[in-house]
């Protein structure tokens, strides 16, 4: 999701750091400066961002934060197998949601093909 065109927000937790380097906060900075040089910063008012707020919260934190805050989950992504409106059901993402939201019990409204 961008905002405004200067701020990303990556919704990454505590438990994707696990899925490679690139789940870290340094590879976000590192992001950040590169856009920023490549744009030589003139056509921005502020530097570009990623968000990662979430990047030291575990899953159930992030769900009950959801929750707490009525996020509407049927119009969050986790799959990364498919790219349109429906999450596959099958890849290691799908999977763990439907666990999460199972565990946790809490109602997953996704849509799954599988």
Request: charged share 25%.
């Amino acid at each position: 999701m961008t905002i405004n065109g200067r701020e990303y927000f990556m919704d990454i937790h505590l438990e994707d750091a696990v899925l490679g380097p690139e789940m870290n906060r340094i590879h976000f900075d590192t992001i950040e400066r590169s856009i920023d040089i490549a744009k030589s910063n003139k056509f921005r008012e502020k530097p570009f961002k990623i968000l990662t707020l979430f990047i030291n919260k575990t899953k159930p934190e992030v769900l009950t934060i959801g929750q707490h805050l009525g996020v509407p989950f049927k119009k969050t992504w986790s799959c990364t197998a498919t790219h349109d409106n429906t999450h596959c059901g099958k890849c290691a993402a799908c999977h763990s949601r439907k666990r999460e939201f199972e565990k946790y019990g809490i109602n997953d409204p996704t849509i799954y093909l599988h």
